[in-house]
């Protein structure tokens, strides 16, 4: 490519509406532009790079047995109302109805679809199946932010697998596993995996892969001296356990006027830890009680994850909660309620001389065993992690981190297979339904975070594998003897399959260099005057700024040997 034919729009600085590192690089380096919130168009360096990303994860899912395909991105509604998710997604998908009044969606993921398709496997004969698509997506996101990392409309790897039984699934799920590690590592990113909840996916467990990154909008715990780490909507610890000097034969009443916080009535003598923090919640119109103790925090995820999934689940109302209990928040307990589920966190097993409000305005209770004075329905895990406690595997202290999330696998098992009738016949002649895992890669989400993980202050670092061009030319002269120097190399590095630019622009040679520089090509070799006097060109790296000369007869044979091994 010649980039005075070139389509390449930079911008002198970032805008200024970028709430992310990668939002305003892309932007200003011309590789996106925003159409709407949450839209984006790829312009000609965008689309160089996102091939580049697909061609990897062609290449590494196609090397475990996918099989490619591509599925509608319109969806009639009647096959999410058969698996049970048209109303479980709420606003977040896209619904529309066609002239003849029928109900679609926009493909938010493609479970059901891809079990449609399924449904004609008949026997354990033509199992296992890998397939899988790049393709658009859509999710009405209420406050699409940060370019490429949170959007409405993207494109993604989606890949399912369909096997006789749990063992299959489980190897599978283990090659996804593995195969999204060599893609992350090969996109220049430090993935790691964590156990993370499946949300309104289904299935009984799931993965997710996450780059630390100040952009992300995922909190992370992970061990500094092991392996363990999970998204906090599932993560677990160890917490010395508090044991309590008293045990009063019952509790008792006393005021608390204006008392409405956990601080103040810590500071009214009571101690956070020994307190109970009631939470009133509705899940799908059912208005249900959430205890933890005073100084945790009630994680709704697992809350949601361990009630069954509600199609909905948020805090009460004020009102709604005075109606149920008689009180306003700040007040609230569950000591002696009855005819309502209440959940306790299983750090309250045991735990005696707590405090709680008394369901009376200004009125709380002192001296509550837990365990005789709540009814309780189930004893949950329900609190988020908190830095600095106990690893469940090896005793270290765990960090959270600030991540965002690159990929996402699930162990599906038959919740679609069952709620769409695909099933097989076995060897002894008879039937079950299919075994299901899904696997999900954003693929300019992917972008955007390789941009997040590669950048200084001249512009993005691309890795080469990923890079729109791997080598610019430069030429800093327009005369005779150095454009035929530059053509030549440009000539011998596109016939050794490199991809290559030559910046022919009449420009200056600093516009030049800035460009290179923003949009991140990873090799550039100058040509000019000065060192082809000694028969030699330049040849800097963008990553570490090193500069060396070397030969101009020689200059396309090396820089096609660092680009391969680069690789």
């Not at 994680?299 to 209990?325: C, N, V, Y």
């Not at 070397?550 to 660092?562: K, L, Q, S």
Request: proline share 4%.
């Amino acid at each position: 490519m010649k980039w005075s034919n070139m389509y390449a729009p930079t911008l002198r600085d970032v805008p200024g509406n970028a709430e992310a590192v990668s939002h305003g690089l892309l932007v200003q380096a011309g590789f996106i532009r925003q159409l709407h919130s949450g839209h984006y168009s790829m312009l000609y360096l965008g689309q160089l790079v996102q091939r580049k990303v697909e061609a990897i994860i062609r290449e590494e899912i196609n090397g475990i047995g996918g099989q490619e395909m591509i599925l509608p991105t319109m969806h009639p509604a009647d096959i999410w109302k058969q698996s049970g998710r048209w109303d479980k997604m709420g606003e977040i998908m896209f619904t529309l109805e066609d002239r003849k009044g029928n109900a679609n969606a926009l493909g938010i993921t493609h479970e059901e679809i891809f079990a449609s398709v399924g449904t004609e496997l008949t026997s354990y004969k033509q199992l296992p199946q890998l397939w899988y698509q790049i393709q658009i997506k859509f999710r009405d996101e209420a406050r699409p932010k940060s370019g490429l990392l949170r959007v409405r409309e993207f494109h993604m790897k989606d890949s399912y697998s369909f096997d006789v039984d749990w063992d299959g699934l489980d190897k599978q799920f283990d090659a996804h596993h593995d195969a999204y590690l060599r893609i992350f590592k090969r996109f220049g990113l430090d993935a790691f995996g964590v156990l993370a909840s499946s949300g309104a996916m289904g299935g009984n467990s799931s993965v997710e892969f996450m780059v630390e990154c100040p952009a992300g909008e995922d909190d992370v715990i992970k061990c500094p001296k092991c392996d363990y780490a999970a998204n906090v909507e599932r993560g677990t610890s160890v917490i010395p356990k508090i044991v309590d000097d008293a045990d009063p034969e019952t509790y008792e009443r006393f005021d608390t006027p204006g008392v409405r916080t956990i601080k103040a009535l810590e500071d009214a003598g009571h101690e956070a830890n020994k307190q109970l923090k009631t939470l009133v919640m509705v899940a799908d119109g059912e208005t249900i009680l959430a205890v933890v103790r005073g100084d945790h925090q009630l994680s709704l995820q697992k809350l949601s994850d361990q009630i069954g999934g509600p199609s909905e689940l948020r805090p009460a109302t004020p009102t709604e909660a005075k109606e149920l209990l008689g009180a306003m928040p700040g007040s609230l307990g569950a000591v002696g309620v009855k005819g309502v589920r209440i959940y306790l966190d299983k750090e309250l097993q045991g735990r005696t001389n707590m405090t709680t409000g008394a369901n009376e305005d200004d009125v709380h209770y002192s001296g509550v065993n837990v365990e005789r004075d709540i009814e309780c329905t189930e004893w949950l895990d329900l609190r988020e992690v908190q830095a600095g406690e106990e690893c469940v595997n090896c005793g270290g202290q765990l960090d959270i981190l600030r991540c965002v999330e690159v990929g996402h696998i699930f162990k599906l098992g038959t919740v679609y297979s069952e709620a769409l009738g695909l099933n097989i016949a076995n060897a002894d002649g008879s039937t079950s339904p299919v075994v299901m895992g899904s696997y999900g890669i954003g693929v300019q989400r992917n972008m955007a975070v390789a941009v997040e993980s590669n950048y200084d202050d001249k512009g993005i670092i691309w890795p080469m594998e990923l890079a729109p061009f791997e080598v610019s030319i430069v030429p800093v002269k327009d005369d005779e003897e150095t454009m035929a120097a530059a053509t030549s190399v440009y000539e011998s590095l596109l016939a050794s399959n490199v991809d290559v630019v030559l910046d022919d622009r009449d420009v200056r040679a600093g516009v030049k260099f800035a460009d290179t520089e923003l949009i991140g090509i990873p090799l550039r070799i100058t040509v000019g005057p000065k060192t082809l006097a000694n028969g030699e060109v330049e040849l800097t790296e963008r990553r570490s700024g090193e500069t060396q000369n070397i030969a101009v007869d020689a200059a396309a044979a090396t820089v096609a040997e660092m680009v391969a091994a680069a690789k």
